[in-house]
């Protein structure tokens, strides 16, 4: 072989290996998009995404509780774990229960749950309330406490998308787009911040705004939203100290390390000491006192700190596929108020993990919002689990997963957890000489999408569904459009 020949050799091995790459990324991208437009993908990611999300929660809180529960035992170091084993139970049983009840009953009872929900807020602010920390915010039940706040997102969800979408074709006007659910949700803030609780108020708005954005408000009302909150946000901190020092640790980290921003320095050096791969599970010396409250609001650190930059990537992987396995199930349903509330939901859901995880690395000021499924147990991780189960039940009613489950059977998961059989979506017929307008052109096309539901053709066509598709494949869900 002269030495002309060698790299012409080196370059035609470099080429088909090249070929040889392309080629295996192409048939995964192939296989993977093939496995995603199956019936009932959405419902299989869900579940593994939360079983998956779960199992880290009760291993890093095993890890990361050890010390705290030796010191307030003073005998066992898994005393916090039993504890957050028994809300994992209560927990599987409501996503059970959400995923179990068929969501014209869940849409049925959601006035009521919102009243209940308002009657809890204030209930929890008389001597009927617990208090500690300079907050009341639960109700104590012998060894549980129980925090309404949680419940009050879900209810403030379902409530709102049920009265937005019986007001559709009204909401080109304001006062039908704002009323009831925009006063509905000041009042919930107003009795939230007398707990006080900036937290909880923060999601209850990432919730309000989720609503409305879903339902398709004109975008001008975000600028006035966001220029609200912000005139909110900075009141709030100069009204309360300890707000205000939050802030100005956060603006200024270097100037009170041993004060206000004591927790955020801790949980960036807890980072830093992880590196790439961690110091090891339960190696993590962070838990030993340096940084309070380590298995609940900076349990991400400790994530870090010993499983190192790998495990927080798994972590933020696994809340970006929440984010967009929910958003696939919002846009895949023809239901209008399921695609509010599985949109919703899934907002709430990631921006609460957003949001923990952002004052851990220091991008926000610290808020004590917990890291939903992996955080010790509470009533965040009962509701949490609650919707994903009803995240799970709106996957179900996808049209390709009503046909499958109606025309093969409930499937493994459906016989080993007694699910029925899912209703098609049927829309509401339009009466006759309504002489109301539609919406105005600042709706957003994502709300407009169910009104084409309401003509004969497209009753016909999303009745016979299963029928259709038993023959003619999955693909039929695009055509019907």
């Not at 509010?340 to 923990?356: C, H, M, P, R, Y």
């Amino acid at each position: 072989m002269t030495v002309l020949e060698e790299p012409e050799k080196r370059e035609r091995t470099a080429r088909r290996k090249k070929r040889e790459r392309t080629g295996a990324f192409a048939a995964f991208r192939t296989g993977l998009t093939a496995w995603m437009s199956r019936p009932l993908a959405d419902f299989h990611l869900v579940l593994a995404l939360c079983g998956t999300l779960t199992a880290i929660g009760i291993v890093m809180v095993l890890s990361a509780s050890s010390v705290e529960s030796f010191t307030s035992s003073g005998s066992s170091v898994y005393a916090l774990f039993k504890k957050h084993l028994v809300f994992v139970a209560l927990g599987s049983l409501a996503f059970w229960l959400g995923l179990r009840l068929p969501l014209p009953k869940i849409r049925r009872l959601s006035s009521v749950t919102m009243v209940c929900c308002l009657g809890l807020l204030v209930l929890v602010l008389t001597p009927l309330g617990s208090s500690g920390g300079g907050a009341q915010r639960w109700f104590t039940i012998g060894p549980m406490s129980i925090q309404p706040v949680e419940i009050a997102k879900v209810a403030l969800t379902l409530w709102g998308a049920h009265i937005l979408v019986t007001k559709f074709n009204v909401l080109h006007q304001w006062r039908h787009l704002l009323v009831p659910v925009v006063p509905a949700a000041l009042l919930m803030f107003a009795l939230v911040m007398a707990q006080p609780n900036l937290s909880g108020t923060i999601t209850l708005g990432v919730v309000l705004i989720a609503l409305l954005w879903f339902a398709g408000a004109p975008k001008r009302l975000f600028a006035v939203i966001f220029a609200g909150g912000v005139a909110g946000a900075v009141a709030l901190a100069l009204v309360a100290d300890y707000r205000l020092a939050r802030v100005m640790s956060f603006l200024s980290p270097g100037e009170d390390t041993s004060g206000a921003a004591y927790q955020a320095t801790q949980a960036r050096y807890a980072l830093a000491d992880g590196g790439l791969f961690g110091r090891g599970l339960g190696q993590g010396p962070s838990k030993w006192k340096y940084l309070p409250n380590v298995h609940n609001d900076f349990i991400f650190a400790v994530i870090g700190e010993e499983l190192g930059f790998v495990g927080c990537a798994v972590v933020i992987a696994l809340f970006a596929g929440v984010a967009i396995v929910g958003l696939r199930i919002a846009t895949r349903n023809l239901d209008p108020w399921i695609r509010i509330v599985a949109g919703t939901l899934t907002a709430f859901l990631v921006s609460q993990a957003a949001i923990n995880i952002g004052y851990v690395v220091g991008l926000l000021p610290v808020t004590g919002v917990t890291l939903p499924l992996i955080s010790s147990g509470g009533t965040s991780l009962l509701v949490t689990m609650g919707v994903l189960g009803i995240l799970a039940n709106c996957a179900r009613h996808e049209p390709e997963s009503v046909a499958a489950l109606r025309t093969q059977g409930p499937g493994k998961f459906g016989r080993l957890l007694r699910l029925p059989a899912p209703d098609p979506y049927r829309p509401p017929s339009k009466k006759r000489g309504s002489g109301r307008a539609g919406p105005s052109k600042g709706v957003r096309p994502a709300a407009r999408g169910a009104r084409p539901a309401q003509t004969p053709d497209r009753r016909r066509a999303v009745s016979d569904y299963g029928r259709r598709s038993a023959t003619r494949g999955s693909s039929t869900r695009r055509g019907s459009r």
